[in-house]
């Protein structure tokens, strides 16, 4: 059984920091690319960032400079440490896990979310 189970949301005053924490069970962590996604009330969920087996990361443009996702293969951890928060980052957040393979073969799964805060 795929678990997902994120942590590390609250509530912060705007330029402050948190950390969220992803830890991954029954999937085998190094094959996948964990991904950080949020959604705030009325919109669409969108995809903060995302590390791949391979160590390479990437970062949506709105949180480049203050976001850093980083994993650990040995942990089945990944992290969104987060900085200079700002009241528009106020979202729910998922930590998902991609196997990035073809067509039926392609697993993806998601985590309950934590919520996160930002007071102005």
């Not at 678990?3 to 190094?30: D, K, M, N, P, W």
């Not at 160590?55 to 443009?61: I, L, P, R, S, V």
């Not at 709105?62 to 979202?91: C, W």
Request: charged share 15%; hydrophobic share 30%.
């Amino acid at each position: 059984q795929v678990q997902l189970v994120e942590s590390g949301g609250g509530l912060v005053q705007a330029g402050g920091s948190l950390r969220l924490t992803c830890v991954a069970s029954g999937i085998i962590f190094s094959s996948n690319t964990m991904g950080w996604y949020r959604q705030a009330p009325g919109k669409q969920r969108e995809l903060v960032a995302a590390i791949t087996n391979t160590g390479g990361t990437n970062h949506t443009d709105s949180v480049k400079g203050r976001f850093t996702i980083s994993g650990d293969n040995a942990k089945n951890t990944v992290y969104l440490q987060m900085n200079s928060l700002k009241s528009e980052d106020t979202a729910v957040y998922y930590c998902n896990a991609d196997n990035k393979r073809w067509g039926p073969l392609r697993k993806i799964y998601w985590g309950q979310g934590t919520q996160v805060t930002v007071s102005p």
